[in-house]
């Protein structure tokens, strides 16, 4: 059993943890949905050899991992249905890229700093999600429907592995944040959104993203804000 | 023998990379310091099944592997000099928070994107250098501090990982980019200078060091800008 510990309210960082748990069948508690922040901020103050430095953590036994890349590889050294052994260094080169990839997404609403609300940075948010949206946003995009033609229909070719849960989370973020550019980009991204699609319809996964554990995008690191989606 | 492929002419990412090959006595050509930009943008392009998204990337034999703390754990499994196998995903965890930090100083030059020069961004960049310095330079050497504090005067206890280099690394550039700065937060961090100058006095390291290759911080990820040290 592993108590996976992040901020209740918001998918996050979390959600890419609860996606690989959720479709490899693993025993979890979601200890910062089911406690609340505070709990959350209790724990993160006790003292541990190995201790985060911010939430995802997975507390496994008398280990706590964190770092939300680093979660999935300790998962599926654990637990070989998330990844291949023989890909485990791709795997996590995808994953490291769709992390790059939504921390960029976050930037374009806190470009100045994540101490500051949205209102009080909205020039430079404006300025900074410009770029995002015509380079970035096509660069990630286009990358993965690279790596998808060199592999098949999933990222490791004929099954799910961790990254690829991951990259439907990142593409679902991108259309709640970004749906005009989305729409968009994504015409030159036939096997990306194919991916997308089979993920959503993994039977492993339906009666999660079914239940109202399964949260829905807000204020988190994916924010729609009309003004910066062009 | 290893190929790594970097940007030639800054340290950057590629530095991490480098300092554990160096530190490890593992063979490598450099390609692109020796062969330059051009090369490296070529072999960019060539077709691979597992292709990189952005350099630093590694040859290993018919291997390609991308994502600068994926070549670390890539590396250290294969040279176990390089990280403890028994703490291989905490030393992962910290490398991943080292590179989160090491970001975080690049946005500080470049709050609103990196295809736009700093002169194009500076009153933005100097809105996010204050909260840099301010609260993340603190919070992130505060939280290696502590970990040293659980662990030794190492990272995993008793002899170097490729966090430490790395950690090294990432003050030496905190100290070229925010030399004021670090100064004040440096007195409460010794076990982290400490280590500092551990890693600067390895043996392992002294000729390398003491070479040109090891190149010298300009305008990459660290730079220094008086007016963003506040």
Not at 145 to 171: K, P
Not at 202 to 210: D, F, G, M, T, V
């Amino acid at each position: 059993m592993y108590d996976l510990w992040y901020w209740p309210g918001i998918p996050g960082r979390g959600e890419f943890v609860r996606l690989a748990l959720e479709a490899g069948g693993i025993a979890y508690r979601d200890r910062g949905c089911d406690e609340g922040a505070e709990a959350l901020m209790e724990d993160m103050r006790s003292a541990r050899v190995q201790p985060p430095f911010a939430p995802p953590y997975l507390v496994a036994g008398n280990e706590t991992i964190a770092q939300t890349a680093n979660i999935l590889l300790f998962l599926a050294d654990r637990h070989p249905r998330l990844a291949p052994a023989d890909r485990r260094y791709w795997v996590h080169q995808l994953q490291l890229t769709i992390m790059d990839a939504t921390l960029e997404a976050h930037e374009t609403h806190h470009p100045v700093g994540a101490g500051l609300y949205y209102e009080d940075q909205k020039p430079e948010a404006a300025r900074r999600a410009k770029e995002f949206r015509e380079e970035r946003i096509p660069k990630f995009l286009l990358y993965f429907e690279r790596a998808l033609a060199h592999n098949g229909a999933w990222l490791t070719g004929e099954t799910w592995s961790y990254a690829d849960l991951s990259l439907f989370q990142l593409v679902e973020g991108l259309r709640f944040a970004f749906p005009r550019r989305m729409a968009m980009v994504e015409r030159d991204c036939p096997k990306l959104l194919a991916l997308r699609d089979a993920v959503a319809a993994l039977p492993e996964l339906a009666s999660y993203l079914a239940s109202d554990r399964r949260q829905p995008f807000s204020e988190g690191l994916f924010r729609h804000y009309p003004e910066l989606d062009g």
